[in-house]
């Protein structure tokens, strides 16, 4: 959402702004503003998880640890078990079609759960990577 938002401010500066350095300014302090609040958001969240996990209740604590566990057994799935049974089943000549899974949607809930959604944003937005 950063992404969209700092070219709209940035835009709406440029236009209001006459002095660049002042615009330039005005733009560095909206930016820090909005990453200060998405880090406050996520700290906020941090703490949610922290409440969850410890909660004596399987379906409050547990649901984490599943969608987890699904995950990895997605990749599992993906890089190792699947072209090993396809192997397996092509050398005894079965013409079998196993299920596969759709690696964008799994590597974006993996992403999200493991918190590493927003990295790219963050990077970009501190000129560490282009």
């Known amino acids: 959402m950063l992404n969209i938002l700092l070219p709209l401010?940035?835009?709406?500066i440029d236009r209001v702004v006459p002095d660049k350095a002042g615009?330039?300014?005005a733009k560095?302090?909206?930016?820090?503003?909005l990453v200060d609040n998405a880090n406050k958001l996520?700290?906020?969240q941090i703490e949610v998880n922290k409440t969850e996990a410890s909660h004596a209740n399987i379906f409050v604590s547990g649901?984490?640890?599943a969608i987890g566990w699904s995950c990895a057994f997605g990749f599992f799935w993906l890089f190792i078990g699947y072209p090993i049974a396809d192997w397996i089943l092509h050398l005894n000549g079965v013409e079998q079609d196993l299920p596969k899974i759709n690696a964008d949607v799994l590597m974006e809930l993996t992403f999200g759960m493991l918190?590493?959604?927003s990295l790219r944003t963050y990077e970009k937005l501190k000129g560490i990577t282009k």
């Open 9 to 12: 401010i940035g835009t709406v």
């Open 23 to 25: 615009a330039a300014k």
């Open 28 to 33: 560095q302090e909206i930016e820090r503003s």
């Open 42 to 44: 996520n700290l906020a």
């Open 63 to 65: 649901w984490r640890p």
């Open 115 to 117: 918190g590493m959604a």
